[in-house]
Every structure is written in C-alpha cells, then in structure tokens.
C-alpha cells in the first residue's frame, strides 16, 4: 500500500485542475453575504482598498451601466470574488493556476487519510499568503487588493468538497482531478456531466448579479443564524479542506458507493441516486453559508 500511495503522490500531484469552483454565482453569492454582514467601518476600509484593484476602472464603469440599485462596495466584492477565475491562463501577473483547490487523495479501500498531495502552492497556501500580504504594512495597496481577491474567492473554494480531493481507485488509476474525470448523468435523459462541473453549479449558473445578490438574501435569512455556533472559529484552513474531503466521501462519492464513468462513456454513466440532488443542493448551500461566516470573521481580523 505504501508503494502504491507513492505512486499516486508522483502522478496526481503533476495533475491540474480547471480554476473553476462553485459558478460565478456561487463565488458572488459569497461575496455579498460576506459584505451585508461587514460592519460599516470595514466595509469603507475594503471598499477604499478594491478602488486600487488593477481592474477597478473597469469595474467601476461596469456599475454605472447597471440597471440594478447596489451598493459600489456591494459590486466590487462580487466582481473580485470571481477575478481569479477570469485572469485563468491570461498572463496576469496575478494568476496562479493551482491556487484553487488541493488534492487530498481518496482511496476507496478504507479512505485512509494521506497527506496532501500540492502541499507548496495550494489553496491552503493561497490563503495563508494572501491573508499575509493584507496584514502587511508593507505591501502596495495594488498587491493587497488583488489578494483581496484571491481570499474572497479561494475561501468560497476551499468550500466547495471537490477542490479538496482526488479519487483513486481502478477506473481512475491516476485521479479523477476533483471529479473532473469522473462521469455521471443527473437524470436518465442527460448525456452526462462530470461530477466536478455538476457540483460547482448547485449554486446557479445564471451569473447575473440580481440572481447572485437574492439567493444571497434568501441563503443568509434561512441558514446563517442557525449555523454561525456550529461554525469552528479558527483559522485552520487545512481543517477547512480536511472538512471538505469528508464531505467528498460521504456525500459526493457516497462512500464509494458512486460509479463514476469516463468521458468516453457519459451517455450510459450512471444516473444519479433519486435523492442525490436535494441532497446535494442543501450541503452546497450550507457550504456557502459556512465559507462566508468564515471569510467574514477573516476579514474582521486582518
């Protein structure tokens, strides 16, 4: 077993991953309940801080042709939340391709708990340095805000259960890249998707900010006060993708129980358990839920 795991170590840790993590709605529906919940002091300092955000001139036209009545510092946050994703493989000087996830490998045979497999320049780290550079006096304004960025939107990753694993088993010798590869149909009459991209979409898909800004109300008015004792107030990100793995195993692979298929065969993958879904959708919301609480009290801190 321990030659076997060394292996793996060797070949998912070569593996990317897409950027994405949850649907831009999921990122800004994060965001805006992150900053309704701010107190006002610190919603000024962070809105002065997005103002010297390299894409803010564009942002901040972008608001001014809205048709939608929100808050300047409201628009930024969600506009930054999703940043990360847009400057994916575009030569920013700010893009950093595996800052978004980290792949704890799951091992069907008992799910034994291995070490991370991107331990250097992961999403854990990616919070830790970012959260670094905004308490450093330091720092230009310029570098700041776009770790701003990156924290808003790689604590909504970090909380999405696929960008904390990689499955192994003989289907997926080498990983299935955070569900990337493996294969599932929602329903009888769908093609397929893979397990990956099905999750990331529980939040919506729309990517208008109205959608984004009323599933924020509704998502915080319903979940918020009920889970914010429940929520473990340390810093811990590795505890927060550890969190993420379970969640991985026991709802998204279900148990390993799951077939998954490979992309050549997505038209006759496995359909999907009848209560998979609702399920599904309840534990993303929940999880975004968390991800605010969490960057909330992280951004009170800095």
Known sequence: ????????????????????????????????????????????????????????????????????????????????????????????????????????????????????????????????????????????????AAHLSWILHTIGDIHQPMHCVALVNLVYPQGDRGGNLFFVRPSENSRGMNLHAYWDGLLGTSGRIQDARNDATLLWSQLAAGMEADVNPDFDVRGWALEGREIAITHVYLEGELDGAVEEARHVAVVLPETYGRRAKSIAQERAVIASLRLLRVLSEL
């Open 1 to 144: 077993m321990k030659k076997l795991m060394v292996i793996l170590v060797l070949i998912i840790g070569c593996q990317t991953l897409p950027a994405q993590a949850w649907s831009r709605n999921g990122h800004m529906i994060i965001a805006a309940m992150t900053y309704r919940a701010l107190p006002d002091a610190l919603k000024a300092e962070y809105t002065a801080l997005l103002r010297q955000h390299p894409d803010y001139e564009k942002w901040a036209a972008l608001h001014a042709e809205l048709r939608v009545d929100i808050d300047l510092g409201e628009f930024l946050f969600m506009r930054a939340s999703v940043w990360p994703d847009e400057i994916r493989r575009k030569g920013n000087a700010y893009d950093h391709p595996t800052w978004h996830y980290t792949n704890f490998p799951v091992i069907t045979d008992g799910f034994p708990l291995e070490e991370t497999l991107t331990p250097d320049n992961d999403v854990i780290f990616a919070i830790n340095e970012s959260a670094r550079i905004l308490r450093d006096a330091s720092a230009t304004k310029v570098d700041q």
